[in-house]
Nanobody, 121 residues
Framework: QVQLVESGGGLVQAGGSLRLSCAAS????????MAWYRQAPGKQRELVTT???????NYVDSVKGRFTISRDNAKRTMYLQMNSLKPEDTAVYYC???????????????WGQGTQVTVSS
């Protein structure tokens, strides 16, 4: 059984910062690409950023220069540092990992439970 548990998030004023974490646990043989998605009210879920196992990153244009994704492979944990937050960043943020479980030795996508980020103007 593989689980992703998110922490962080909350309410912050525009211009402020927040840090999200996502920790994987369970019978894990390996983890490939990790990603953060977000879903604002009334909108589709959006891919925000990704990081490969080697540390290569990609960001959606709207967060470039403000958000930083990182990972600690030993801790099976991913982070999202969000600076200079804007009201339009308000959304539920979800972590996603491509995990190979020891029980199946097959890669499958797993999702965190989601954490609310609210940026007030």
């Amino acid at each position: 059984q593989v689980q992703l548990v998110e922490s962080g998030g909350g309410l912050v004023q525009a211009g402020g910062s927040l840090r999200l974490s996502c920790a994987a646990s369970g019978s894990i043989a390996g983890i490939g690409i990790m990603a953060w998605y977000r879903q604002a009210p009334g909108k589709q879920r959006e891919l925000v950023t990704t990081i490969t196992s080697a540390g290569s990153t990609n960001y959606v244009d709207s967060v470039k220069g403000r958000f930083t994704i990182s990972r600690d492979n030993a801790k099976r944990t991913m982070y999202l540092q969000m600076n200079s937050l804007k009201p339009e960043d308000t959304a539920v943020y979800y972590c996603n990992m491509g995990v190979v479980a020891t029980t199946t030795l097959q890669r499958r996508d797993y999702w965190g439970q989601g954490t609310q980020v609210t940026v007030s103007s």
